[in-house]
């Protein structure tokens, strides 16, 4: 599987993830927010050019504490740090099981990694069970108080 960024040649209509909002997502608005540098969309694809599955990111800014907790010593003198979001990633359902899921989130961190401004974390928002355990596997924790995000450092 080839990892690249999203163009127009990129087959997005029989994609299927299951979860109604990303497939619509990457069918009518990725490409819109790729082209405006809202988001970075990249898909992932078999050598026959069938899309297995994407991912998109975002720039974003965490508060220390939202990340260490209240009750932690705060450990830098900045009280914000850079960092990206995981807005979607997300595998055809006819090619789960198959590791393009992990495929693509450690294609995510090292691009993040060799980026030049080399966030601190990457945060993803869990929209399910799976989607949870998936990313508790990757090394993500969920924020103290927002079950629902997760984070990892990058650092």
Request: hydrophobic share 45%.
């Amino acid at each position: 599987m080839k990892i690249e960024q999203l163009a127009p040649a990129h087959d997005r209509g029989t994609f299927r993830c299951g979860i109604p909002s990303f497939d619509k997502y990457f069918r009518a608005q990725a490409g819109r927010d790729a082209a405006k540098s809202l988001a970075a969309v990249f898909v992932g694809e078999l050598a026959s050019g069938k899309v297995v599955g994407y991912y998109a990111l975002s720039s974003a800014t965490v508060l220390l504490p939202d990340l260490l907790g209240n009750g932690q010593r705060l450990v830098s003198r900045y009280p914000a740090l850079i960092a990206a979001r995981l807005t979607r990633l997300a595998v055809d359902k006819r090619h789960r099981g198959q590791g393009y899921a992990g495929v693509l989130l450690r294609d995510v961190v090292a691009r993040l990694q060799a980026s030049p401004l080399k966030p601190m974390a990457l945060i993803a928002e869990v929209q399910n069970e799976a989607a949870r355990h998936f990313l508790e596997h990757a090394g993500f924790q969920s924020f103290s108080d927002q079950p629902n995000r997760a984070f990892r450092a990058l650092q």
